[in-house]
């Protein structure tokens, strides 16, 4: 890798990832570069794997590149520096190298990738966590402006911003399991930028009576009201406990308080696993991961609205249907059993709540 700050530039080898054996040749490797100015990053292995080294001679060469066992202390090699801690924060501490990507936000695992464009900077950010995350990201880039790229639906928006010290600092808010693209590509005109983030205001929670359409042949019922959204496995009947495939659910609600020239978005809240969505008849989308959530202005009217929401779960329930011994038909087939007939059952279907949003502010 190459870390760089003002003025100086540093050849990396991390060697964080490698095993606690290591050769003789890849020992002189590694001190070779050293000596020609590399900085390794790396603990001392403790063994070769190869029956063909001399021991004596891979003992010297392990202690002259990376110290004796147990020492972790920094050390000059040649031209370079070589730090047995295997810690690139200190490593990029001692050269003050700033971090490529760096937030502060306890127990939060973010990930990012970052690409060199020719006219700018790429970095994909990665939230692991199953919670929305909100942080202030900084990035080792300076007089651009940063841009969300949403790669589900190709929108390009402006993002906040404060530059400062060789460093642009910006607000990340991630999705559960989410992640979204920031790219820098055009000159800032200011060292701060601020672009107001929508609003959404609850208009209403869809609590009425739902009628749930089952895909035939699967041994679930026709249809079933459901008063309340409940998960699939939760129900009493083996046909809807056991169900896999797509279920449709349709209710019928009247709109309050709605003004034209308003925008609004329906949210789903949970969904387990896929969900294809129209309003009045008006295909508006598939959504297959959180936030499950989408604009419904264009569909959306005063008084009386139709919601069909299609759910496709997985097939994991039917699986351990079929196992169970009082089955009397089998609706699935594997080569080899995958799930025993007490296995844990997966949440499936339309799991809420559903709530109709006006939103202000510009769309990101």
């Known amino acids: 890798m190459l870390a760089t700050r003002t003025g100086m ?15 003789l040749t890849a020992l002189k490797k590694i001190r070779a570069l ?29 202690d002259a590149v990376f110290g004796k066992a147990g020492e972790t202390a920094p050390r000059a090699l040649g031209q370079g520096r070589v730090f047995p801690s295997g810690s690139l924060g200190e490593a990029f501490a001692a050269l003050k190298v700033a971090p490529d990507f760096a937030y502060e936000l306890e127990g939060t695992k973010l990930r990012y990738l970052h690409r060199q464009m020719k006219d700018g900077d790429l970095y994909f950010i990665s939230n692991r966590e199953a919670r929305p995350v909100s942080v202030t990201a900084a990035f080792r880039v300076s007089g651009r402006a940063p841009e969300f790229w949403d790669a589900i639906t ?18 990340l808010a991630l999705a559960a399991n989410g992640s979204t693209f920031v790219v820098f590509r055009r000159p800032a005109k200011a060292t701060l930028r601020t672009v107001p983030e929508p609003t959404e205001t609850t208009m209403q929670t869809l609590n009425g009576t739902w009628t749930l ?35 449709t659910y349709t209710t019928v609600f009247t709109m309050k308080g709605y003004k034209p020239g308003r925008r609004y978005v329906l949210d789903l809240g949970d969904v387990r696993e896929l969900a294809d969505v129209s309003v009045n008849g008006k295909p508006l989308g598939i959504l297959w991961a959180t936030p499950f959530k989408l604009d419904v202005t264009k569909a959306l009217k005063p008084g ?36 025993r007939a007490d296995a844990p059952l997966r949440a499936s279907g339309l799991l809420g709540p559903v709530e109709i949003r006006s939103v202000k502010g510009k769309q990101r």
Request: hydrophobic fraction near 35%.
């Open 213 to 247: 359409a089952f895909q035939p042949g699967r041994g679930a019922p026709a249809s079933i009201i459901e008063k309340t959204l409940a998960s699939w496995s939760d129900s009493a009947d083996p046909g809807v406990r056991y169900f896999s495939g797509t279920g």
């Open 304 to 339: 009386r609205n139709v919601l069909q929401v299609k759910v496709a779960n997985l097939w994991v329930n039917r699986l351990i249907g079929d196992a169970q011994p009082n089955a009397k038909q089998k609706y699935t087939f594997t080569v080899i059993p995958t799930y």
């Open 154 to 171: 190709g929108k390009v928006t402006p993002a906040s911003y404060k530059i400062a010290d060789g460093r642009t600092s910006v607000p």
């Open 34 to 62: 050293a000596n020609a100015g590399a900085v390794v990053v790396g603990k001392r292995p403790g063994e070769t794997p190869s029956l063909a080294d001399d021991p004596a001679a891979w003992q010297a060469e392990a």
């Open 9 to 23: 530039r540093y050849r990396v080898l991390y060697l964080g990832g490698s095993s606690d054996r290591m050769t």
